[in-house]
């Protein structure tokens, strides 16, 4: 089965490429020939989940699958949630992690958690799977790999960050690990 993954972020592709197994041959926009910005207007995560899924669908008839993922900050009513690739107005992940450990400051509850919402439109058809795992927001950065945010985010249960493990331990119990496991088992019920 051909599908569309409806993102220019290597390390997405990365990962779900990791995730999606041999059935599937995985196409990126650059592959489609879409060099368009992908809308991303909906103001909440599964909304721009299913604007970049259908501007996909609905240019290049293709089926395809588009995620949106965010950090919510429990201490920051749910900041910086849809606006965390830009949390300090650009995409520079240390300035956004900068800027989140500075609105922290002097807060009791560092609870955080990660959702991931992928948006699969199968043959015109719409379904959307979530993933969220659940953690904390360190004081500091640790560890060099991952991105984003993933070297401040502890994940419950574990004494490293998303930055200080393997892509292989990260990929097992990620957010947007989780939710493409949901995809990926929908996706194989239609392959019987």
């Keep these: 089965m051909e599908l569309c993954f409806?993102?220019?972020n290597q390390h997405k592709i990365q990962e779900v490429k990791a995730g999606l197994g041999d059935a599937f041959t995985l196409k990126t926009l650059q592959d489609i020939g879409c060099e368009d910005e992908l809308p991303?207007?909906?103001?909440?995560?599964?909304?721009?989940s299913r604007q970049k899924a259908d501007y996909v669908w609905t240019h290049y008839g293709i089926s395809c699958f588009a995620d949106d993922s965010g950090l919510e900050v429990e201490a920051l009513d749910g900041e910086p949630g849809v606006d965390s690739a830009f949390y300090?107005?650009?995409?520079?992940?240390?300035?956004?992690?900068?800027?989140?450990?500075?609105?922290?400051?002097?807060?009791?509850?560092?609870k955080?958690?990660?959702?991931?919402?992928?948006?699969?439109?199968?043959?015109?058809?719409e379904h959307q799977f979530?993933?969220?795992?659940?953690?904390?927001?360190?004081h500091e950065p640790r560890g060099e790999g991952g991105f984003g945010y993933d070297p401040v985010f502890l994940p419950d249960g574990y004494d490293q960050t998303f930055a200080e493990m393997s892509m292989?331990?990260?990929?097992?119990i990620s957010h947007r690990s989780r939710a493409l496991a949901k995809m990926v088992a929908y996706l194989e019920k239609q392959l019987v």
Excluded: C, W, Y
Excluded at 40 to 48: H, K, R, Y
Excluded at 92 to 101: C, T, Y
Excluded at 112 to 125: M, S
Excluded at 168 to 172: D, H, R, V
């Design 112 to 125: 955080a958690r990660f959702i991931t919402v992928f948006t699969l439109i199968l043959h015109g058809v």
């Design 130 to 138: 979530e993933g969220v795992v659940e953690g904390q927001i360190l």
């Design 168 to 172: 292989t331990q990260k990929g097992a």
């Design 88 to 110: 300090s107005g650009s995409r520079d992940a240390g300035k956004n992690i900068q800027k989140l450990l500075t609105n922290l400051e002097g807060k009791p509850s560092r």
């Design 40 to 48: 991303e207007a909906s103001g909440t995560i599964p909304g721009n």
């Design 6 to 8: 409806a993102t220019n």
